[in-house]
């Protein structure tokens, strides 16, 4: 909310605390998001010269929200790791096994699997063609890093909830 209120000062935009509210619950990737769909908003009203409501934000930004209750897919969790990580998606899904993008990889995994609840062998699939194994290996990997690692389990806590459909 603070950042929205924030970019929404510098854009000269009234932004009101309903669709302030909206948009900081339906957009929980990341910051640049946030500040293109500001942008888009303070665009609209510029040229509509109407009061931003909770519907005209729902209709305007339609493509960018995640709205309560939409399945997420494994793309959208490898696109959110790799940006976490800084690795790319073709990178998660191919099978360079450097330190950084084999972890990407298996927070990936295990994302996929608890949030999608897809069987093994379709997860594999998803990630370039691995086989079951590798993916039942790579999530007890990121449930014993969660165990070992505070660092480790607050990125990956961190991205289940920005990720997670909300209720």
């Known amino acids: 909310m603070a950042i929205l209120k924030t970019k929404a000062q510098a854009l000269a935009l009234e932004l009101p605390d309903e669709v302030a509210k909206y948009l900081a619950a339906h957009i929980r990737t990341n910051v640049r998001e946030l500040e293109g769909a500001l942008l888009r908003l303070a665009a609209f009203a510029q040229l509509t010269r109407g009061p931003l409501t909770v519907e005209t934000c729902r209709d305007v930004l339609r493509s960018?929200?995640?709205?309560?209750?939409?399945?997420?897919?494994?793309?959208?969790?490898?696109?959110?790791?790799?940006?976490?990580?800084?690795?790319?998606?073709?990178?998660?899904?191919?099978?360079?096994?450097?330190?950084?993008?084999?972890?990407?990889?298996?927070?990936?995994?295990?994302?996929?699997?608890r949030i999608t609840k897809q069987s093994y062998p379709d997860l594999g699939d998803r990630f370039g063609g691995k086989d079951h194994s590798t993916v039942i290996s790579a999530i007890q990997r990121v449930e014993q890093?969660?165990?070992?690692?505070?660092?480790?389990?607050?990125?990956?806590?961190?991205l289940e909830r920005e990720l997670s459909p909300v209720n």
């Open 64 to 113: 960018v929200l995640h709205n309560r209750g939409d399945a997420i897919d494994c793309d959208q969790i490898i696109k959110a790791v790799g940006e976490r990580f800084k690795v790319t998606p073709a990178e998660i899904k191919g099978p360079v096994r450097k330190r950084n993008i084999a972890r990407a990889r298996q927070v990936a995994m295990w994302l996929c699997r």
């Open 145 to 158: 890093l969660m165990r070992d690692d505070t660092q480790f389990r607050t990125t990956a806590e961190a």
